[in-house]
Structure formats: structure tokens, C-alpha cells
């Protein structure tokens, strides 16, 4: 049974940092490319972040780059996402995302297993 259990999601102000966990089970995370997608509340769903099977391919979005960093530990089957410097805007639900491995926001197209998601709220 594949299962995601994200966490790390809260409440932080403006200019704080969060780092979200994702613990994959069910399937190994070696064979698959990985990302982070996010949505709020009346907006569509925006792919934030991925990264390739082997790990030398990374994509951000322009509106996280330089603050967001992406990256796993196969060993525990896990993916994380460390979140720096975050803004208004960056709350949503956050989602952990596996997929072939793909690019962009391709990855997002077809990707077939997410998570449940985990809410960020930023605010003062």
C-alpha cells in the first residue's frame, strides 16, 4: 500500500523558515523523480519543486528560487523541502509528489503519486 506522511507544515511569519518532511512508503523512492506542489485556497494547483532520479537535475519555480531547496534521503525513503525566507504567498497546502523522471513542470503533468498535503500559513 503506498503511503505519504508529510509533515512539518505551520504557522510562521514572514522572513521564517520551515522544512517539510515526507516519508514514503508502500514503493522506493530510487526509481523516481520527486517534487513538491503546493495550492491555495482559490488558486490551481503550481508545481514548486522537483528533483531528478539522479538527483543532478533540480527545478524550482520562479517564485521560490533562492529560497527553496529540495532533496531526499533514500536511505529513509524519505523527500524534504526546506523553505527559507517565506512569504505571504507562500501559504497553501503543500504537496509531496513521485513520478518518472521528468523536468519541469512535466514531472507535475505526470506524476502519479501524491501525498496528502500539509498546510503552510505565513503571516504577522
Known amino acids: 500500500q503506498v503511503q505519504f506522511v508529510e509533515s512539518g507544515g505551520g504557522s510562521v511569519q514572514p522572513g521564517g523558515s520551515l522544512r517539510l518532511s515526507c516519508v514514503v512508503s508502500g514503493f522506493t523512492l530510487d526509481y523516481y523523480a520527486i517534487g513538491w506542489s503546493r495550492q491555495a485556497p482559490g488558486k490551481e494547483r503550481e508545481g514548486v519543486s522537483c528533483l531528478s532520479v539522479s538527483d543532478d537535475t533540480t527545478y524550482y519555480a520562479d517564485s521560490v528560487k533562492g529560497r527553496f531547496t529540495i532533496s531526499r534521503d533514500n536511505a529513509k525513503n524519505t523527500v524534504y523541502l526546506q523553505m527559507n525566507n517565506l512569504k505571504p504567498e507562500d501559504t497553501a497546502a503543500y504537496y509531496c509528489?513521485?513520478?518518472?523522471?521528468?523536468?519541469?513542470?512535466?514531472?507535475?503533468?505526470?506524476?502519479?503519486?501524491w501525498g496528502e498535503g500539509t498546510q503552510v500559513t505565513v503571516s504577522s
Open positions: 509528489v513521485a513520478g518518472p523522471n521528468l523536468v519541469g513542470q512535466n514531472f507535475f503533468h505526470f506524476a502519479d503519486h
